[in-house]
Antibody, heavy 122, light 107 residues
């Protein structure tokens, strides 16, 4: 059974940093692309960043986080990360890690974690 | 691509038919349009992809159709567990985007 477990969320001051982790199990981590998607009651779901699978390390970012967030992964630990720097109030959200389907290059998410809440205070 | 979902809220009774719409600001490439269901305190769950293909384990009361800029999700007969929020997502154009969601609640 596939499991995705996010951690690392919390309260941080504006301008600060946080590192989110997503520990995975139940599938061959190296084969699949992964993404971070965030959600707020006001803006709904927003894709944040993605990283390719299949041994590649291509990374992708939404314009809203480009230059501030960095996605990475540790294949030996089957874990996905999101380093978030220069945090802003509008980054306040629940952050989900999501596994993409087996269709290469198709950002469609068939498994999601339970999410971790990030609150950026002023 | 901006996805606009309607109606915002649909109030229905169990056993009734629910039809949700998702309109795209431009044509969705290859009709790469998905639907997700989300219940309170849970992450989204993939229901439909490719506009009309049910994901693994999704009951056949859920169906999707449409192409280009207009898509619909139909729940033929609402079960108690179907009352939730539904999101469309396009993944054919970069960057991928989600609709604002549509809530199906109990009348």
């Amino acid at each position: 059974e596939v499991h995705l477990l996010e951690s690392g969320g919390g309260l941080v001051q504006r301008g600060g940093s946080l590192r989110l982790s997503c520990a995975t199990s139940g599938f061959t981590f190296t084969k699949y692309a992964m993404s971070w998607v965030r959600q707020t009651p006001e803006k709904g779901l927003e894709w944040v960043s993605g990283i390719s699978g299949g041994g590649g390390d291509d990374t992708y970012y939404a314009d809203s986080v480009k230059g501030r967030f960095t996605i990475s992964k540790d294949n030996s630990k089957s874990t996905l990360y999101l380093q978030m720097d220069s945090l802003r109030g509008e980054d306040t959200a629940t952050y989900y890690c999501a596994k993409e389907t087996a269709m290469i290059g198709v950002p469609l998410f068939d498994q999601w974690g339970q999410g971790t809440l990030v609150i950026v205070s002023s | 691509i901006v996805l606009t979902q309607s109606p915002g809220t649909l109030s229905l009774s169990p056993g009734e038919r629910a039809t949700l719409s998702c309109g795209a600001s431009q044509s969705v490439s290859r009709d790469y349009l998905a639907w997700y269901q989300q219940k309170p305190g849970q992450p989204p769950r993939l229901l439909i992809y490719g506009a009309s293909t049910r994901a693994t384990g999704i009951p056949d009361r859920f169906s999707g159709r449409g192409s280009g800029t207009d898509f619909t999700l139909t729940i033929s007969r609402l079960e108690p567990e179907d009352f939730a929020v539904y999101y469309c997502q396009q993944y054919g154009n970069t960057p991928l985007s989600f609709g604002g969601g549509a809530k199906v609640d109990i009348k």
